[in-house]
């Protein structure tokens, strides 16, 4: 059965993750003579990307945020998922099952905040086509995407670290109540009509093809050590079993002959690339996230360290893509969480699913 990887990068703080407002500017610290001196971040996209090779320079995609990968015979699909409009009175615009835990609309909105889908550009010299007004800051996107780079394929995944069915039985298969196996293996399944259909189906916002390249998880981005356990209910604790710890990026690396461009096609778009420093990776950076996390990655923030509302619930948007009767069983909606409800970086765990056939 081919797996579907579902990544996770929400912005999230006490069960899942935390994201973190925006300061004015980059973050800053205080300097001897009172003066203010940039702080670099912890967390930088592609941050243990491959070193140039004479002829090469190095091309990194990364992935943060609400994105699931689903891999077939050729391809890794990334996943978007669309969650930019919130509604506590209309279940359609929730993830399954949360209109039914009861929270106040306050807590629900603080707890779902929209995420956009965008992409950025890092050490790049866009040659053709509207990468935004600025490339660091980047622009929206919405429907399908690719790459052309001249790479063989197909993609080389290895993505083991991502959360599945294998980790929530990890973490609490010896506790005193334990996942049942058969329904937490059921939400390891996705639709194959997320891959196939065109236009894409309404709970996406966009489906990007990565037809060629090493495309890794990664941990501990922001360095804290951190390891997860499982939760499902909203007001659950997170106390129990045996934590794990779990990729919170994908990155996709290609090494691309230094006179060749890199173009990304948007539908009926394409924006060319090259790098400016062809000795560092030229990034792209593909997000669904918040916009107190994009606008601290614009301005230079360190979203590692700078604060935002906690909200972990935008992970369980994903198992509205899975088949019912699992999607409509919310019994085993687990998402990651922290021992004790303490906070944990913003880059948050991935999921894995296989594709049911």
Not at 9 to 38: F, H, M, W, Y
Not at 122 to 131: E, F, H, L, M, Y
Request: glycine share 8%; hydrophobic share 35%; net charge negative.
């Amino acid at each position: 059965m081919k797996r579907l990887l579902l990544v996770l990068t929400i912005v999230l703080a006490l069960p899942a993750c935390k994201g973190r407002e925006a300061a004015n500017g980059a973050q800053a610290g205080a300097k001897a003579d009172g003066q203010l001196s940039v702080v670099s971040p912890t967390f930088v996209p592609c941050k243990d990307a491959p070193k140039a090779t004479d002829g090469n320079y190095t091309l990194c995609i990364a992935f943060n945020g609400l994105i699931g990968f689903a891999q077939d015979d050729k391809n890794v699909w990334a996943l978007l998922v669309k969650s930019d409009q919130v509604d506590p009175k209309d279940e359609n615009t929730l993830p399954p099952g949360i209109k039914q835990e009861g929270l106040p609309e306050s807590q629900l909105s603080m707890q779902l905040p929209p995420h956009q889908a965008r992409i950025r550009f890092v050490n790049a010299t866009v040659i053709k086509g509207d990468g935004g007004e600025k490339p660091e800051q980047g622009r929206p996107i919405a429907g399908d995407l690719r790459f052309e780079t001249g790479a063989p394929g197909p993609p080389k995944p290895d993505l083991s670290t991502l959360s599945d069915a294998d980790h929530i039985l990890g973490a609490l298969g010896s506790t005193g109540n334990p996942p049942n196996r058969s329904k937490v293996t059921a939400l390891d399944e996705l639709d194959p009509g997320f891959l196939n259909l065109n236009p894409l189906d309404p709970h996406l916002v966009a489906r990007v093809r990565i037809e060629a390249g090493d495309v890794v998880g990664k941990t501990d981005l922001c360095k804290t050590s951190v390891k997860y356990l499982y939760k499902t209910g909203v007001q659950g604790s997170c106390s129990d079993g045996n934590p794990v710890e779990l990729a919170e990026e994908v990155d996709v690396t290609q090494a691309v002959p230094t006179d060749k461009s890199v173009t990304v096609k948007i539908g009926d778009e394409a924006i060319e690339l090259k790098p400016q420093d062809p000795s560092q990776p030229l990034v792209i950076h593909i997000l669904n996230s918040t916009e107190t996390m994009l606008k601290s990655l614009a301005t230079g923030v360190d979203v590692c360290h700078d604060g935002e509302q906690p909200h972990a619930l935008p992970f369980r948007w994903f198992y509205r893509l899975v088949p019912l009767p699992a999607r409509a069983d919310t019994s085993q909606h687990f998402f990651p969480c922290m021992r004790g409800g303490g906070f944990l970086p913003p880059i948050c765990a991935l999921k894995r699913f296989v594709i049911k056939k």
